[in-house]
């Protein structure tokens, strides 16, 4: 199981943000990110998400297919960088700053999800399957529940 990263991927655009190209190419990517993602910086032109993911920067641009957008004339996408956010940072607005609020809130789901409630149950349930031969003239092979040494049978009469 990979572990969980949380990446900045930063789009800058040709053209402001709330033209209309720009608006439908920019949600075509959202789209296409498919994980838990929050929008954090902006500027006139240029757009930042903080993205948590299992992929990694190159994977997730790849995925994204990034590199033939911006090589695509009539695309509106002019440049992108992808890597690891920090794991904290200072703005002019404090925690009201929306990048800094997405980074803050994408670490703790991480942290949440290494907490050992959603975790899975390393518990085995007592049993194990081994392959025995039992005759060995005929050299047939079952399978044969064998109980761990462990684990305590409880008591047949339960009336005592």
């Not at 439908?24 to 993911?53: D, F, H, M, Q």
Request: glycine share 4%; hydrophobic share 30%.
């Amino acid at each position: 199981m990979r572990q969980y990263a949380v990446l900045e991927l930063r789009l800058d655009f040709r053209l402001n943000l709330e033209d209309r190209d720009v608006a439908r190419e920019r949600a075509e990517i959202e789209r296409s990110i498919r994980c838990w993602r929050l929008p954090g910086r902006y500027s006139k032109n240029s757009i930042s998400y903080v993205i948590l993911t299992e992929e990694t920067s190159a994977e997730l641009v790849n995925r994204l297919d990034l590199p033939a957008i911006v090589a695509d004339d009539h695309r509106r996408l002019e440049n992108y960088w992808c890597n690891v956010a920090p794991t904290t940072g200072v703005a002019r607005y404090g925690v009201n700053d929306p990048f800094i609020t997405g980074i803050e809130r994408a670490w703790a789901r991480i942290r949440q999800r290494r907490h050992s409630d959603y975790m899975r149950d390393t518990q085995r349930d007592g049993r194990r399957t081994e392959r025995r031969v039992e005759n060995f003239p005929s050299s047939t092979i079952r399978k044969v529940g064998v109980e761990f040494p462990g684990v305590r049978k409880p008591p047949e009469d339960t009336h005592r």
